[in-house]
């Protein structure tokens, strides 16, 4: 079992699980609810940890995401956190006002999540490349990075991301960290892991691109 405040990936596991419900509106073809508290949790001090942990570039990704995420709980707890129950429904709120009223603000869920939906992807191929048993993990998380994050990174970002993950852990050293057990209990529960992001990831991309929201500023 994980120590006391340590990362553990079960309970991230059970992060995503929770952000997607049962229930699905079928209504309109509308997607599978996407509850916003719980997309907040994998985001919990151990998980932060575990990132900083894995040298300077990732707790550059932390910070990046920590920020975004303690101002879309802002949302949630706030005057209407009714309105950011699921992000079916930020959505909603968030256009009443109009497209180019959302595009103007910079504090708005929309663009908020947008933020975090990028790093989840880089997120989901990075851990679909450790399941993959790829021992050379500067490759892995070099290829997850160029088909996700890289695309919105000024180029001396890109180049000092790519110089960092050449330093980073072995894949035996990552999957330890997981705190679920040995080796191949940890690549078994990636296994379970990687559908819930890549369901949380699907029904973003999906609801953005239908509202036009995947590019704005």
């Excluded at 596991?13 to 997309?39: D, H, I, K, M, Y």
């Excluded at 429904?89 to 908020?112: F, K």
């Excluded at 939906?117 to 998380?141: N, P």
């Excluded at 080796?183 to 999906?206: C, K, N």
């Amino acid at each position: 079992a994980a120590a006391a405040g340590a990362f553990s990936l079960r309970e991230v596991l059970e992060a995503f699980q929770r952000c997607v419900t049962e229930q699905r509106e079928r209504s309109g073809g509308n997607p599978c609810p996407l509850l916003l508290p719980p997309l907040c949790n994998p985001l919990t001090p151990p998980s932060r940890r575990f990132l900083q942990s894995l040298g300077t570039v990732f707790s550059f990704i932390s910070k990046d995401a920590v920020a975004k995420v303690s101002l879309l709980e802002g949302h949630c707890g706030g005057r209407q956190g009714q309105q950011y129950v699921s992000l079916q429904s930020m959505v909603r709120h968030e256009l009443a006002a109009g497209p180019a009223a959302l595009r103007a603000r910079s504090d708005s869920g929309c663009r908020t999540v947008l933020r975090l939906h990028r790093a989840l992807r880089w997120l989901q191929l990075f851990l679909e490349g450790l399941r993959s048993g790829d021992s050379r993990t500067s490759v892995v998380c070099t290829d997850a990075y160029n088909a996700s994050l890289a695309a919105y990174h000024p180029w001396v970002v890109r180049k000092a991301a790519t110089v960092a993950f050449c330093a980073l852990p072995s894949r035996d050293a990552f999957l330890e960290i997981m705190n679920v057990g040995a080796r191949e209990e940890a690549v078994a529960m990636l296994g379970e892991a990687i559908p819930y992001i890549g369901d949380v990831y699907s029904i973003t991309q999906e609801l953005f691109a239908q509202h036009k929201l995947l590019d704005l500023p």
